[in-house]
Antibody, heavy 118, light 108 residues
Framework: EVQLVQSGAEVKKPGESLKISCKGSGYSFPTYWIAWVRQMPGKGLEWMGI????????RYSPSFQGQVTISADKSISTAYLQWRSLKASDTAIYYC???????????WGKGTTVTVSS | EIVLTQSPGTLSLSPGERATLSCRAS???????LAWYQQKPGQAPRLLIY???SRATGIPDRFSGSGSGTDFTLTISRLEPEDFAVYYCQQYGSSLWTFGQGTKVEIK
């Protein structure tokens, strides 16, 4: 079964760092792009960026460029989303999703809830 | 950036009725690069339609997509109880992928 398993919920304070993960299984992880999508409380979906685990080629939405870092370790089939200094406005659910075919997202993780509060 | 505008914001319908959801793009999108997703409360989004009109694996045929250029439509022919959810369109034709703001289909 093709699946993406995301790391568990996090509660952090403003200014702290964080790295969440997304582990793929059931398919050739290095050969499919992995996207990250943010959903703030009660809001819609926002595409953050995407990485190709095979060579770590990464693209960011301008809205998130410089705010987060996307990385991957193909040896353990895992993609990451990282913050150096969290803000309260980073409170959201973060989904990873596999890019299938021409670019639609065909497999989604269950999401990681990140809560940033003092 | 291609902006996708979905309408209506909320659609109130009864089971068995037909739902028609619209997604309008600020500039032309190749139909190859337009997808629809369903999201239920507390769940991750699920791919319904890709390339504007192709159903994803396991998606019932009551879901259909159509359109080209700047106007795209998702149609649910007869609403089942499990279809009440939020629906998002997404374009992946440019280097910056974008989503519409969503249409909520609620029980009338």
């Amino acid at each position: 079964e093709v699946q993406l398993v995301q790391s568990g919920a996090e509660v952090k304070k403003p200014g702290e760092s964080l790295k969440i993960s997304c582990k793929g299984s059931g398919y050739s992880f290095p050969t499919y792009w992995i996207a990250w999508v943010r959903q703030m409380p009660g809001k819609g979906l926002e595409w953050m960026g995407i990485i190709y685990p095979g060579d770590s080629d990464t693209r960011y939405s301008p809205s998130f460029q410089g705010q987060v870092t996307i990385s991957a370790d193909k040896s353990i089939s895992t993609a990451y989303l990282q913050w150096r200094s969290l803000k309260a406005s980073d409170t959201a659910i973060y989904y990873c999703a596999r890019r299938g075919g021409q670019g639609y997202m065909d497999v989604w993780g269950k999401g990681t809830t990140v809560t940033v509060s003092s | 950036e291609i902006v996708l505008t979905q309408s209506p914001g909320t659609l109130s319908l009864s089971p068995g009725e037909r739902a028609t959801l619209s997604c309008r793009a600020s500039q032309s999108v190749s139909s190859t690069y337009l997808a629809w997703y369903q999201q239920k409360p507390g769940q991750a989004p699920r791919l319904l339609i890709y390339a504007a009109s192709s159903r994803a694996t396991g998606i019932p045929d009551r879901f259909s997509g159509s359109g080209s250029g700047t106007d795209f439509t998702l149609t649910i022919s007869r609403l089942e109880p499990e279809d009440f959810a939020v629906y998002y369109c997404q374009q992946y034709g440019s280097s910056l992928w974008t989503f519409g703001q969503g249409t909520k289909v609620e029980i009338k």
